[in-house]
Protein backbone atom coordinates (compact mmCIF):
# COMPACT_ATOMS: atom_id res chain seq x y z
CA UNK A 1 0.00 0.00 0.00
CA UNK A 2 1.51 3.62 -1.08
CA UNK A 3 1.82 5.86 1.54
CA UNK A 4 0.20 9.06 1.46
CA UNK A 5 2.79 12.13 0.99
CA UNK A 6 3.47 14.45 3.65
CA UNK A 7 4.07 17.96 3.83
CA UNK A 8 7.73 19.01 5.06
CA UNK A 9 9.76 21.80 5.89
CA UNK A 10 11.17 22.15 2.33
CA UNK A 11 7.55 22.27 1.26
CA UNK A 12 6.60 25.43 2.95
CA UNK A 13 9.98 27.37 2.49
CA UNK A 14 9.52 26.35 -1.14
CA UNK A 15 5.78 27.51 -1.26
CA UNK A 16 7.04 30.65 0.92
CA UNK A 17 9.84 31.65 -1.65
CA UNK A 18 7.39 30.91 -4.68
CA UNK A 19 4.85 33.67 -2.56
CA UNK A 20 7.53 36.27 -2.22
CA UNK A 21 8.68 35.77 -5.52
CA UNK A 22 5.30 36.80 -6.86
CA UNK A 23 4.44 39.89 -4.49
CA UNK A 24 8.23 41.15 -5.41
CA UNK A 25 6.99 40.87 -8.97
CA UNK A 26 3.72 42.47 -8.51
CA UNK A 27 5.47 45.19 -6.54
CA UNK A 28 8.47 46.32 -9.12
CA UNK A 29 5.55 46.24 -11.56
CA UNK A 30 2.96 48.54 -9.71
CA UNK A 31 5.81 50.77 -8.12
CA UNK A 32 8.86 50.48 -10.40
CA UNK A 33 6.98 50.78 -13.83
CA UNK A 34 4.54 52.88 -12.59
CA UNK A 35 1.89 50.45 -14.00
CA UNK A 36 -1.66 50.61 -13.46
CA UNK A 37 -4.04 47.41 -13.56
CA UNK A 38 -6.71 47.67 -15.25
CA UNK A 39 -8.04 44.22 -15.01
CA UNK A 40 -12.20 45.03 -15.53
CA UNK A 41 -11.10 46.08 -18.83
CA UNK A 42 -10.38 42.75 -19.62
CA UNK A 43 -13.78 41.25 -19.04
CA UNK A 44 -15.15 42.09 -22.35
CA UNK A 45 -12.35 40.38 -24.05
CA UNK A 46 -13.40 36.97 -22.23
CA UNK A 47 -16.80 37.44 -22.11
CA UNK A 48 -19.10 40.31 -24.04
CA UNK A 49 -22.47 41.01 -24.18
CA UNK A 50 -23.55 41.00 -28.25
CA UNK A 51 -25.38 44.64 -29.14
CA UNK A 52 -27.32 42.79 -31.45
CA UNK A 53 -29.06 39.30 -29.88
CA UNK A 54 -28.53 40.84 -25.99
CA UNK A 55 -26.47 37.58 -25.75
CA UNK A 56 -23.50 36.82 -23.83
CA UNK A 57 -21.01 35.47 -26.63
CA UNK A 58 -17.08 34.44 -26.16
CA UNK A 59 -15.03 37.46 -26.24
CA UNK A 60 -11.52 37.91 -28.37
CA UNK A 61 -9.51 35.60 -26.22
CA UNK A 62 -12.10 32.62 -25.56
CA UNK A 63 -12.55 32.60 -29.25
CA UNK A 64 -8.24 32.19 -29.73
CA UNK A 65 -8.34 29.71 -27.08
CA UNK A 66 -11.18 27.78 -28.72
CA UNK A 67 -8.87 27.77 -31.75
CA UNK A 68 -5.96 26.64 -30.23
CA UNK A 69 -7.97 24.05 -29.14
CA UNK A 70 -9.05 22.53 -32.59
CA UNK A 71 -5.28 23.37 -33.99
CA UNK A 72 -3.78 21.41 -31.50
CA UNK A 73 -6.58 18.15 -31.77
CA UNK A 74 -6.11 18.95 -35.85
CA UNK A 75 -2.53 18.93 -36.20
CA UNK A 76 -2.03 15.85 -33.53
CA UNK A 77 -4.76 13.57 -36.44
CA UNK A 78 -2.41 15.08 -38.69
CA UNK A 79 0.86 14.49 -37.24
CA UNK A 80 -0.19 10.74 -35.88
CA UNK A 81 -1.20 9.92 -40.03
CA UNK A 82 2.31 10.58 -40.85
CA UNK A 83 4.15 9.33 -37.58
CA UNK A 84 2.27 6.06 -37.79
CA UNK A 85 3.23 5.67 -41.14
CA UNK A 86 6.85 7.02 -41.29
CA UNK A 87 7.57 4.99 -37.69
CA UNK A 88 6.51 1.93 -39.66
CA UNK A 89 8.42 2.86 -42.54
CA UNK A 90 11.40 3.60 -39.93
CA UNK A 91 11.00 -0.10 -38.33
CA UNK A 92 10.85 -1.98 -41.49
CA UNK A 93 13.17 -4.49 -43.27
CA UNK A 94 14.33 -2.44 -46.09
CA UNK A 95 17.69 -0.16 -46.07
CA UNK A 96 15.71 2.02 -48.46
CA UNK A 97 12.56 2.45 -45.94
CA UNK A 98 14.53 3.12 -43.24
CA UNK A 99 16.65 5.75 -44.66
CA UNK A 100 13.49 8.16 -45.64
CA UNK A 101 12.79 7.24 -42.45
CA UNK A 102 15.74 8.83 -40.85
CA UNK A 103 16.02 11.50 -43.55
CA UNK A 104 12.24 13.28 -42.99
CA UNK A 105 13.37 12.88 -38.92
CA UNK A 106 16.61 14.52 -39.57
CA UNK A 107 15.22 17.48 -41.87
CA UNK A 108 12.32 18.32 -39.83
CA UNK A 109 14.03 17.97 -36.15
CA UNK A 110 17.24 20.27 -37.45
CA UNK A 111 14.54 22.79 -38.90
CA UNK A 112 13.25 25.75 -37.00
CA UNK A 113 9.54 25.37 -36.09
CA UNK A 114 9.23 28.73 -37.69
CA UNK A 115 10.71 28.19 -40.62
CA UNK A 116 8.75 25.31 -41.57
CA UNK A 117 5.45 27.07 -40.64
CA UNK A 118 6.64 30.03 -43.37
CA UNK A 119 7.51 27.27 -46.54
CA UNK A 120 4.11 25.38 -45.39
CA UNK A 121 2.27 29.14 -45.69
CA UNK A 122 3.85 30.87 -48.73
CA UNK A 123 4.83 27.69 -50.54
CA UNK A 124 3.59 24.34 -50.00
CA UNK A 125 0.41 25.22 -47.56
CA UNK A 126 -1.20 27.23 -50.40
CA UNK A 127 0.31 24.92 -53.65
CA UNK A 128 -1.67 22.19 -52.19
CA UNK A 129 -4.29 24.44 -51.85
CA UNK A 130 -4.31 25.68 -54.93
CA UNK A 131 -3.78 22.33 -56.13
CA UNK A 132 -6.58 20.89 -54.79
CA UNK A 133 -8.83 23.65 -55.29
CA UNK A 134 -10.16 23.88 -51.54
CA UNK A 135 -10.06 27.72 -51.18
CA UNK A 136 -12.55 27.89 -53.85
CA UNK A 137 -14.60 24.57 -52.49
CA UNK A 138 -15.07 26.44 -49.27
CA UNK A 139 -16.32 29.91 -50.77
CA UNK A 140 -18.70 28.14 -52.85
CA UNK A 141 -20.46 26.14 -50.40
CA UNK A 142 -23.73 26.39 -48.45
CA UNK A 143 -23.90 28.17 -45.46
CA UNK A 144 -24.57 24.55 -43.45
CA UNK A 145 -21.29 23.37 -44.69
CA UNK A 146 -19.96 27.04 -43.60
CA UNK A 147 -21.45 26.66 -40.23
CA UNK A 148 -19.95 22.58 -39.86
CA UNK A 149 -16.56 24.12 -40.92
CA UNK A 150 -16.52 26.81 -38.87
CA UNK A 151 -17.62 24.99 -35.80
CA UNK A 152 -14.89 22.02 -36.55
CA UNK A 153 -12.32 24.42 -37.74
CA UNK A 154 -12.16 27.76 -38.18
CA UNK A 155 -13.98 30.59 -39.97
CA UNK A 156 -14.50 29.73 -43.65
CA UNK A 157 -12.23 33.07 -44.73
CA UNK A 158 -9.68 32.17 -42.55
CA UNK A 159 -9.85 28.07 -43.79
CA UNK A 160 -6.40 28.21 -46.05
CA UNK A 161 -4.66 29.87 -43.21
CA UNK A 162 -5.64 26.83 -40.89
CA UNK A 163 -4.84 24.63 -43.15
CA UNK A 164 -1.65 25.74 -43.89
CA UNK A 165 -0.87 25.75 -40.02
CA UNK A 166 -2.19 22.39 -39.20
CA UNK A 167 -0.41 20.59 -42.47
CA UNK A 168 2.88 22.61 -40.82
CA UNK A 169 2.05 21.58 -37.50
CA UNK A 170 1.59 17.79 -38.36
CA UNK A 171 4.68 17.62 -40.15
CA UNK A 172 6.87 18.99 -37.39
CA UNK A 173 5.37 17.09 -34.66
CA UNK A 174 5.17 13.97 -37.18
CA UNK A 175 9.02 13.67 -36.80
CA UNK A 176 8.90 12.97 -33.38
CA UNK A 177 5.29 10.94 -33.21
CA UNK A 178 7.85 8.83 -35.93
CA UNK A 179 10.90 7.94 -33.25
CA UNK A 180 7.70 7.32 -30.67
CA UNK A 181 6.18 4.72 -32.98
CA UNK A 182 9.39 3.00 -34.18
CA UNK A 183 10.42 2.83 -30.30
CA UNK A 184 6.94 1.62 -29.58
CA UNK A 185 7.64 -1.33 -32.18
CA UNK A 186 10.59 -1.69 -31.16
CA UNK A 187 9.78 -2.48 -27.69
CA UNK A 188 7.98 -5.56 -28.58
CA UNK A 189 10.58 -8.27 -28.68
CA UNK A 190 11.71 -10.51 -31.73
CA UNK A 191 10.25 -13.53 -30.52
CA UNK A 192 7.03 -12.28 -31.39
CA UNK A 193 8.20 -11.43 -34.98
CA UNK A 194 9.41 -14.78 -35.23
CA UNK A 195 6.27 -16.60 -33.55
CA UNK A 196 4.29 -14.66 -36.74
CA UNK A 197 6.91 -15.88 -38.95
CA UNK A 198 6.30 -19.47 -37.66
CA UNK A 199 2.70 -19.22 -38.08
CA UNK A 200 2.96 -18.29 -41.76
CA UNK A 201 1.82 -14.91 -41.80
CA UNK A 202 3.30 -11.33 -43.76
CA UNK A 203 5.26 -8.80 -41.99
CA UNK A 204 2.20 -6.61 -42.41
CA UNK A 205 -0.19 -9.45 -40.77
CA UNK A 206 2.28 -9.36 -37.95
CA UNK A 207 2.90 -6.02 -37.45
CA UNK A 208 -1.06 -5.22 -37.37
CA UNK A 209 -2.11 -8.24 -35.60
CA UNK A 210 0.71 -9.12 -33.16
CA UNK A 211 3.20 -6.15 -33.31
CA UNK A 212 0.94 -3.12 -32.55
CA UNK A 213 -1.77 -4.32 -30.08
CA UNK A 214 0.91 -4.60 -27.98
CA UNK A 215 3.62 -1.67 -29.10
CA UNK A 216 0.62 0.69 -28.06
CA UNK A 217 1.10 0.43 -24.51
CA UNK A 218 4.35 1.79 -24.90
CA UNK A 219 3.31 4.54 -27.43
CA UNK A 220 0.90 6.21 -25.74
CA UNK A 221 2.66 7.91 -22.56
CA UNK A 222 5.01 9.38 -25.01
CA UNK A 223 1.51 10.63 -27.05
CA UNK A 224 -0.55 12.07 -24.61
CA UNK A 225 2.95 14.33 -23.98
CA UNK A 226 3.67 14.58 -27.09
CA UNK A 227 -0.64 16.40 -27.83
CA UNK A 228 0.30 18.61 -24.55
CA UNK A 229 3.34 19.68 -26.58
CA UNK A 230 1.46 20.35 -29.62
CA UNK A 231 -1.20 22.52 -28.32
CA UNK A 232 2.18 24.66 -26.59
CA UNK A 233 3.81 24.83 -29.93
CA UNK A 234 1.07 26.24 -31.87
CA UNK A 235 1.54 29.13 -30.41
CA UNK A 236 4.13 29.08 -33.57
CA UNK A 237 1.45 30.03 -36.10
CA UNK A 238 0.35 33.17 -34.70
CA UNK A 239 3.06 34.84 -37.03
CA UNK A 240 1.01 33.97 -39.87
CA UNK A 241 -1.76 35.34 -38.41
CA UNK A 242 -3.82 32.15 -37.23
CA UNK A 243 -5.96 33.92 -34.68
CA UNK A 244 -5.26 31.73 -31.69
CA UNK A 245 -4.48 32.38 -28.55
CA UNK A 246 -1.22 33.97 -28.59
CA UNK A 247 -2.56 35.99 -31.80
CA UNK A 248 -5.30 37.27 -30.47
CA UNK A 249 -3.46 38.36 -26.85
CA UNK A 250 -0.71 40.24 -29.01
CA UNK A 251 -3.68 42.06 -30.97
CA UNK A 252 -5.30 43.15 -27.94
CA UNK A 253 -2.27 44.26 -26.54
CA UNK A 254 -0.92 46.36 -29.02
CA UNK A 255 -4.50 47.95 -28.86
CA UNK A 256 -5.01 48.74 -25.39
CA UNK A 257 -1.65 48.69 -24.04
CA UNK A 258 -2.71 45.46 -21.04
CA UNK A 259 0.46 44.11 -20.99
CA UNK A 260 0.77 42.28 -17.92
CA UNK A 261 -3.39 41.67 -17.50
CA UNK A 262 -3.38 40.40 -20.82
CA UNK A 263 -0.05 37.70 -20.62
CA UNK A 264 -1.34 36.23 -17.04
CA UNK A 265 -4.75 35.59 -18.49
CA UNK A 266 -3.68 34.15 -21.75
CA UNK A 267 -0.86 32.03 -19.35
CA UNK A 268 -3.12 31.02 -17.09
CA UNK A 269 -5.60 29.65 -20.36
CA UNK A 270 -2.11 27.56 -21.57
CA UNK A 271 -1.79 26.26 -18.11
CA UNK A 272 -5.58 25.13 -17.42
CA UNK A 273 -5.83 23.61 -20.93
CA UNK A 274 -2.18 21.66 -20.95
CA UNK A 275 -2.86 20.83 -17.26
CA UNK A 276 -6.24 19.56 -17.66
CA UNK A 277 -5.01 17.14 -20.69
CA UNK A 278 -2.28 15.63 -18.22
CA UNK A 279 -5.28 14.90 -15.61
CA UNK A 280 -7.55 13.20 -18.10
CA UNK A 281 -4.56 11.40 -19.81
CA UNK A 282 -3.18 9.93 -16.27
CA UNK A 283 -6.80 8.83 -15.61
CA UNK A 284 -6.73 7.45 -18.73
CA UNK A 285 -3.62 5.12 -18.54
CA UNK A 286 -4.62 4.11 -14.49
CA UNK A 287 -7.63 2.86 -16.02
CA UNK A 288 -6.22 1.09 -18.47
CA UNK A 289 -3.70 -0.51 -16.46
CA UNK A 290 -6.60 -1.53 -13.77
CA UNK A 291 -8.59 -3.56 -17.28
CA UNK A 292 -4.82 -5.29 -18.15
CA UNK A 293 -4.70 -6.77 -14.45
CA UNK A 294 -7.77 -8.19 -14.54
Avoid: H
Avoid at 45 to 74: C, E, M, N, Q, S
Avoid at 85 to 107: C, E, N, V
Avoid at 222 to 235: E, H, M, N, V, Y
Avoid at 273 to 278: A, D, E, G, P
Amino acid sequence: MESKPRLTILDFVLSAVILLLAVFIFYRIKIGLNYRWRWDFICQYIIRIDDATGKAVPGLIIRGFLITIKLGIWSTITALIIGIFMGIIRSGGGLASRLAGLFYIQLIRNIPPIVLVFIFYYFLGSFIIELTGLDRIVYNSPDSVKNILSFLFTNPARFPVFISAVIAMGVYEGAYITEIVRAGISSVGKGQWEAGKALGMKRTAILKYIVLPQAIRYILPPLAGQFISTIKDSAIVSVISVQELTFQGLEIMASTYLTFEIWIVITLLYFILTFSCSIVFEKIFIYTRRSRSF
